[in-house]
T-cell receptor
Framework: EAQVTQNPRYLITVTGKKLTVTCSQNMNHEYMSWYRQDPGLGLRQIYYSMNVEVTDKGDVPEGYKVSRKEKRNFPLILESPSPNQTSLYFC??????????FGNGTRLTVT | QKEVEQDPGPLSVPEGAIVSLNCTYSNSAFQYFMWYRQYSRKGPELLMYTYSSGNKEDGRFTAQVDKSSKYISLFIRDSQPSDSATYLCAMSAQNDMRFGAGTRLTVKP
């Protein structure tokens, strides 16, 4: 089944404790992206990647890192999480210029 | 002013009603227009995908794009309780995709 898989689905952590949210897609898509979804603000792009070893900032990149060492994986790293990063996170992928396929989300709470 | 404006609702209709969801946008460079449906605790799933102005129909769903007015719509005919979800409009130019905040729809049996 073609899908974007995120893990974990739910995560509660404390301020300053580094964490990684994994994202994997099995559709051989070149493009991958991370979004956060907050009430009233909709989906905002954090980082995106056009292909392996190519990443770029989205609209809200502060406090986040990503890497794209393999085509299928695009992990999101929070080196020192803060409470304002409490949000619902989505990974998405697509062929270039095509609509995005989304994962089922990771709900992160930072206390 | 946000680049994409979407009324967040909530919108509640009886089963069988015609639902109209709308978005306006400010960037005239947008060429591709999408509607995503998001159920609770799920990721957005693509519902409709259109290019430039015009109508596109898929079963009970019709997407309309009016580029001259910078206005897009999604119509749902004969709405069902299973249509209860949040609907997100999205639009893109090149690889720049923008989303509306989403409209929460409830269809009551």
């Amino acid at each position: 089944e073609a899908q974007v898989t995120q893990n974990p689905r739910y995560l509660i952590t404390v301020t300053g404790k580094k964490l990684t949210v994994t994202c994997s897609q099995n559709m051989n898509h070149e493009y991958m992206s991370w979004y956060r979804q907050d009430p009233g603000l909709g989906l905002r792009q954090i980082y995106y990647s056009m292909n392996v070893e190519v990443t770029d900032k989205g609209d809200v990149p502060e406090g986040y890192k990503v890497s794209r060492k393999e085509k299928r994986n695009f992990p999101l790293i929070l080196e020192s999480p803060s409470p304002n990063q409490t949000s619902l996170y989505f990974c998405a992928s697509s062929l270039a210029g095509s609509p995005l396929h989304f994962g089922n989300g990771t709900r992160l709470t930072v206390t | 002013q946000k680049e994409v404006e979407q009324d967040p609702g909530p919108l509640s209709v009886p089963e069988g009603a015609i639902v109209s969801l709308n978005c306006t946008y400010s960037n005239s460079a947008f060429q591709y227009f999408m509607w995503y449906r998001q159920y609770s605790r799920k990721g957005p799933e693509l519902l409709m995908y259109t290019y430039s102005s015009g109508n596109k129909e898929d079963g009970r769903f019709t997407a309309q794009v009016d580029k001259s007015s910078k206005y897009i719509s999604l119509f749902i005919r004969d709405s069902q309780p299973s249509d209860s979800a949040t609907y997100l409009c999205a639009m893109s130019a090149q690889n720049d995709m923008r989303f509306g905040a989403g409209t929460r729809l409830t269809v009551k049996p």
